[in-house]
């Protein structure tokens, strides 16, 4: 069973950076492929960024690019987002989401494991 546990959300101001992490557990291999959604209040939760869990071919939704980077360490099972240039508009809760597949799509169906979230606060 594939557990994800992530942190390092919390309240920041409009131009700020954060870094969140999500450590997985119970992954069984490494062709899988590793995601950040997120759900402001009242929307519908929406893909943020992915990448394969051996750390390539990162993706990212048009909103977070140049802005956002998905990174992966292998050593401490860990997939990253460093998020810099913060809005009020990145207001959410971020999940981190897997699937035991390289491919890397943005629908949250095709995601099979997830974290319970963290979250992040932007004031202007």
């Known amino acids: 069973q594939v557990q994800l546990v992530e942190s390092g959300g919390g309240l920041v101001r409009a131009g700020d950076s954060l870094r969140l992490s999500c450590v997985a557990s119970g992954l069984t291999s490494s062709s899988s492929a590793m995601a950040w959604f997120r759900q402001g209040p009242g929307k519908e939760r929406e893909f943020v960024a992915a990448?394969?869990?051996?750390?390539?071919?990162?993706y990212y939704a048009d909103s977070v690019k140049g802005r956002l980077t998905i990174s992966t360490d292998n050593a401490k099972n860990t997939v990253s987002l460093q998020m810099n240039s913060l809005k009020p508009e990145d207001t959410a809760v971020y999940y981190c989401a897997s699937r035991p597949s390289m491919i890397i799509t943005t629908s949250t169906g095709d995601y099979d494991y997830w974290g319970q979230g963290t979250q992040v606060t932007v004031s202007s």
């Open positions: 990448i394969r869990w051996r750390g390539d071919s990162p």
